[in-house]
């Protein structure tokens, strides 16, 4: 079926095209002109078939499987330097060696460069001092078993009346005191040394009470 239609630049209302009448329908979006056998009239276009793909070219290390690609498509296989295709009945077929020219001679070495200049730059400002650590652990003085409300968590707490020491406080309770009676001291009572030697093997009071002494 013919289609005609008007440029444009025309104006003013068509009662004819070629002889023959021109409907007054008013036309929509992507209709054209047609001829519905009394009368040129709006009319939506024919759309032709999907054409078929086109080949491809693909490239790669190694000849191409039979598994990929389509019909038409070529492979260049990038190591060996050999074209496959155009694929056919699912193969690809006997590839094409491509001609390599012979290697080009070795250029001439380049001159050596001007010695670099060493440029140290300026020395960085100080860094701000850090924020300042938290409080570390107290070794306490008490009267008897100290309770909830003494000390802090981390803190150690000797009882001179019973020479015990209780700690570290963890939670907000202090755990159960370990007696330190040692060897007679001298004179002036009992020094941090007397202390340590006191709890013996018990690493975890040795450690707290060496960390409380240097805070």
């Known amino acids: 079926m013919p289609y005609y239609s008007i440029p444009a630049t025309l104006t003013g209302n068509a009662t004819q095209l070629q002889g023959r009448a021109v409907s ?16 040129w009239a709006p009319a939506t276009g024919v759309t032709g078939p999907t054409g078929a793909d086109g080949s491809q070219f693909f490239g790669g290390s190694g000849a191409p499987s039979n598994a990929f690609g389509n019909a038409r498509d070529f492979w260049l296989d990038t190591t060996n330097g050999r074209l496959y295709g155009p694929k056919a009945n699912g193969s690809w077929g006997s590839p094409l060696q491509l001609q390599s020219g012979a290697a080009g001679p070795t250029g001439a070495a380049g001159a050596t460069g001007a010695a670099g200049q060493s440029i140290t730059g300026p020395s960085g400002a100080a860094g701000s001092t850090g924020p300042t650590g938290a409080t570390g652990a107290a070794l306490l003085t008490v009267n008897g078993v100290p309770n909830g409300n003494v000390g802090r968590d981390g803190d150690l707490a000797y009882d ?12 907000g309770s202090w755990p159960a005191g370990t007696s330190i009676v040692g060897p007679t ?24 009470i060496k960390s409380a002494s240097s805070s």
């Open 24 to 39: 007054s329908s008013e036309p929509v979006a992507n209709q054209v002109l047609a001829w519905s056998g009394s009368a």
């Open 160 to 171: 001179v009346a019973a020479r015990t020491i209780y700690g570290p406080k963890a939670g």
């Open 185 to 208: 001291g001298p004179t002036g009572g009992i020094t941090i040394n007397d202390v340590i030697a006191a709890v013996g093997s018990n690493a975890t009071l040795r450690a707290a």
